[in-house]
């Protein structure tokens, strides 16, 4: 992408509003922009990456046997009526009438619709398990929404939903996802702290929360540095002892903090952080399938209620919690994996013909060899093109000027360590290739 | 997928409330379920579908040269009272308010959020075209709606809107749209009738809608047979006499119908038609840009309104009028480029051991092939099997049975033409992967 063409619309102030830095270098670096508290427009870099952290969720559910399909995000509120939450929720349940006074909500999670899906659907035990999942806009009436897409009122949010005959195989597909997530979160660069947690409005007895360490987080954790090691791959959610291997460590938010337990924690491996939640598991048995009748006939030909449970990524706060997790003074630093491009090319003097075609021929090849590009080619200052990329943060940074091609040279920099490498036009390209 | 695993929840009868053969289809081959009046949940069979048109309508919006952002399904109102059209708009606009009492509205249209997000950002002339898309969900509250996904009240929209300088410069923007379009919808298999059209509340000066024909349209169309023909690679959208080409054959809604000018087309091209819109273009220049103040400094220093289009495809209504375009009386007939899976295999007896390894040997191959296969390894009659599938309407069949099996071949059918062929193993999977 040519960045004279690109609607990018870079900020040079630092926006008031933005108390955190993923919310301010996100407006810098024209990701998104607020239409109302809350609700954000994410402008076409921001929507690259939101696809890309989106694409990786979508990818590891299908890996874990999870299917796709889509709810709306309008419901009717008598499905919540059956569970008994349509008065429960409180305020953050948006409710809405339509032209005939229909009661509605704009649906901030989907335990009641997709147990009526499942229902209308499912007889036998045969049919299971089942695990199914959506990618889709949730809204939570926030009363302060803040911190940008944070803590958004309009958010994208993946959950999916397990149907199990019992309690153990609920349990293993529990612990199917939690592995799932542990991938999802370490895909994406992020070092994920699992805690037991609270289960809140959506009950049950099993819960936990996946946290990405940051001073701005809103939860406290407590835990062992020991699990920041937990290797997802020697996790077998099939073993009956999978739940005691994760108490080794100890691990939990101020909700399910017992002080008791973490000073048994050897002193050196203590840590006590600010936590962003960035997913939850729930095991909640029969809490909604009992009340909806969402039963099966069971192998003795019983009438049995199955067990559910539900997972939840919160895909729009990711972005927000990549950055949180990786930037500098000067800008976003992205993971390679969901980087908006990967290489961001610098034409240091475009009047230049030399550098004009020195820089279309190095973009030309990059594009051709899959490489994801943004040129940027406009009349500025050298010292403001070496700004906006660093503010974008594009791991790879390709600088073409008309000293470095006297000695046939363009200087190839890593936006993470900062180290610059000059290097002739073909050796750039196949360096950048072969990192892809 | 194992059609045994797979959430597929198939209807032998035929629901009452759907009148029209997509709605019908697209219920009984358990694609959707209702949610609420016009509110669908799309099941994992047609998510995939609906993935694919999405697709096709990104891929060509891309190479036309628009920007893919994604703005919010809720807007503040006080954006609408901007344009005039908040009071306008009527009651297919869903209204509505947040906790803080704050107006609020679910998006049927994105002419004043995108204004909004340009003006913003845009300042000269020298930043133009720009031309922005999103693919989102809407919401139009019909009094009554009906025939499934083609006139539900949540639908997914592809919109973009274009900014130029003058209105030279947008038309060209308008017929490149147009190009486009018509490639959009013979990618999927259909043939658009692109016509004159009135612009309605949207505004404007010039409209065209592309329909596709159908008995159970809502539009009735006249036009001359030849623009069936209508070559789109042969469009220049930058040509002064573009607009005087596509003139040249009749083509008009009833709303735009001139009876004098149609009886000038000869008698054998003559066509009146139903047909289904799903797609339409405005050009209205100034209309919103000039109350919203989204002005750029012109190449003379002076202050100019910059003209507008809007483009719209109707992305899920498509998956409907698709089907009404290609169907049979035992079901769906899918164009390969949307379909949800190209191959069904069907085991007749997967309790028998020759049967069950060859089944699970030709699905295995398939699938490392990159052919999406559907295996349909129930416990279930021949019958129910081959009804399950013509439902379905996956372009290819591939039946393993043991009468075939001992003459080492399977068949192998094409689902559009029922032509049918008896082939071994080797050269089944051959056929298939190279059809790809």
Redesign the interface.
């Known amino acids: 992408m040519r960045l004279s063409q690109?609607?990018l619309?870079l900020l040079k102030e630092t926006p008031s509003e933005a108390q955190i830095a993923s919310h301010r270098l996100m407006l810098r670096a024209?990701m998104i922009?607020q239409?109302?508290a809350g609700?954000?427009?994410?402008?076409?870099l921001?929507?690259r990456v939101?696809q890309k952290v989106e694409q990786i969720v979508r990818e590891e559910q299908d890996a874990a046997g999870a299917?796709?399909?889509?709810?709306?995000?309008?419901?009717?509120a008598e499905l919540w009526r059956e569970s008994g939450r349509y008065e429960d929720y409180g305020?953050?349940m948006?409710r809405?009438k339509?032209?005939h006074k229909?009661e509605?909500l704009?649906g901030p999670t989907n335990e009641e619709?997709i147990t009526?899906?499942f229902r209308?659907?499912?007889r036998s035990y045969r049919d299971l398990p089942?695990n199914?999942y959506h990618i889709q806009?949730k809204?939570r009436?926030e009363?302060r929404p803040r911190f940008g897409v944070m803590r958004g009122?309009?958010f994208l949010m993946k959950d999916n939903y397990s149907f199990d005959i019992d309690k153990a195989a609920s349990l293993v597909s529990y612990f199917r996802m939690f592995k799932a997530y542990m991938k999802t979160f370490k895909r994406m660069g992020l070092t994920p702290i699992p805690v037991r947690a609270a289960t809140g409005p959506i009950g049950g007895d099993l819960s936990h929360e996946f946290h990405v360490q940051a001073d701005t987080g809103e939860s406290q954790l407590y835990f062992d540095s020991e699990i920041e090691k937990l290797d997802e791959d020697k996790l077998d959610p099939a073993s009956p002892t999978v739940q005691d291997e994760l108490l080794k460590w100890y691990a939990a938010t101020d909700e399910k903090h017992d002080p008791a337990a973490f000073a048994r924690v050897p002193e050196a491996r203590r840590r006590e952080a600010r936590g962003i939640e960035v997913g939850q598991l729930f095991y909640f048995g029969t809490k909604y399938s009992a009340p909806m009748k969402a039963t099966v006939a069971g192998p003795k030909g019983d009438t049995v209620a199955v067990e559910m449970g539900s997972y939840g990524i919160g895909v729009s706060r990711l972005v927000g919690a990549i950055i949180e997790a990786s930037h500098d003074d000067d800008g976003i630093i992205w993971p390679e994996s969901v980087a908006p491009f990967h290489v961001g090319l610098v034409n240091l003097r475009p009047s230049d013909k030399e550098c004009a075609e020195a820089g279309e021929q190095l973009y030309q090849r990059l594009m051709k060899s899959g490489i994801d590009t943004l040129y940027d080619e406009r009349e500025e200052s050298p010292g403001a093109k070496f700004a906006a990329m660093d503010l974008v943060g594009l791991p790879w940074q390709v600088v073409v000027g008309p000293r470095g091609l006297k000695q046939g040279v363009v200087e190839v920099k890593e936006r993470k360590t900062g180290v610059k490498q000059e290097l002739s036009l073909d050796a750039a390209v196949a360096r950048l290739v072969g990192l892809r």
Chains 1, 2 share one sequence.
């Open positions: 690109y609607f619309p024209g922009r239409t109302a609700i954000y427009t994410w402008l076409p921001g929507f939101l299917q796709e399909l889509l709810m709306p995000t309008l419901q009717p305020e953050e948006l809405l339509d032209r229909r509605m704009y619709l009526e899906i209308q659907a499912v089942k199914l806009w809204f009436d009363v009122r309009e």
